[in-house]
């Protein structure tokens, strides 16, 4: 894409933040349309989890609830999990609580857990799961009819979203 060394985030792309601040819509839809592509071809299964947190009071109760989601998703394809010698998570230590959270339940529930810290822009699939989070937090704020005015200019209406973003991602999921 002509950028060296650059890890792709999903998010201020969409915003037109940060480094994308001065590059034109067109090339930014570029930017996202050939990640989105590049996930049509990889041989990938993916979930994401959710949780609403406004409601909640407490860290630990957040915790607990997404420990859960991600605790029962693992039990429903223990199968899955346990057909590969070893399970490689991948993760840049940004939100700490997250990998705690990973960390304990992966560990109690499987024996074949490796973790490794990455730098973001070494790992493709990394910003892949960049994403998948990105597109799943966009699709829950065009269901509530809260996207932004960058979000609606950049993606123009519900109708692109869902096909051009979200529909592949579906595609990958993990049944």
Same mark, same amino acid.
């Given at each position: 894409?002509?950028?060296?060394?650059?890890?792709? !985030?999903?998010?201020?792309?969409?915003?037109?933040?940060?480094?994308?601040?001065?590059?034109?819509?067109?090339?930014? +839809?570029? #930017?996202?349309?050939?990640?989105?592509?590049?996930?049509? !071809?990889? &041989?990938?299964?993916?979930?994401?989890?959710? +949780?609403?947190?406004? !409601? +909640?009071?407490?860290?630990?109760?957040?915790?607990?609830?997404?420990?859960?989601?991600?605790?029962? #998703?693992?039990?429903?394809?223990?199968?899955? #999990?346990?057909?590969? &010698?070893?399970?490689?998570?991948?993760?840049?230590?940004?939100?700490?609580?997250?990998?705690?959270?990973?960390?304990?339940?992966?560990?109690?529930?499987?024996?074949?857990?490796? #973790?490794?810290?990455?730098?973001?822009? &070494?790992?493709?699939?990394?910003?892949?799961?960049?994403?998948?989070?990105?597109?799943?937090?966009?699709?829950?704020?065009? &269901?509530? !009819?809260?996207?932004?005015?960058?979000?609606?200019?950049?993606?123009?209406?519900?109708?692109?979203?869902?096909?051009?973003?979200?529909?592949?991602?579906?595609?990958?999921?993990?049944?």
């Amino acid at each position: 894409m002509g950028l060296s060394n650059h890890c792709i !985030h999903a998010g201020p792309i969409i915003r037109q933040e940060e480094e994308y601040r001065y590059i034109e819509p067109e090339k930014r +839809i570029k #930017f996202l349309k050939r990640l989105v592509a590049f996930v049509r !071809h990889v &041989d990938i299964r993916c979930e994401s989890f959710c +949780i609403e947190k406004k !409601h +909640i009071a407490d860290r630990v109760e957040v915790a607990g609830k997404l420990s859960k989601e991600i605790s029962q #998703f693992v039990k429903k394809h223990y199968e899955f #999990f346990t057909g590969f &010698d070893i399970i490689k998570i991948y993760y840049d230590n940004g939100q700490v609580e997250v990998n705690k959270i990973l960390s304990a339940v992966f560990h109690v529930l499987l024996d074949n857990v490796e #973790f490794k810290k990455v730098v973001s822009s &070494d790992y493709r699939l990394f910003q892949v799961a960049d994403l998948v989070c990105t597109l799943k937090l966009t699709e829950l704020k065009m &269901d509530s !009819h809260t996207l932004s005015k960058s979000e609606k200019n950049f993606f123009g209406n519900d109708r692109v979203i869902k096909k051009n973003y979200l529909k592949p991602i579906k595609d990958k999921k993990l049944v």
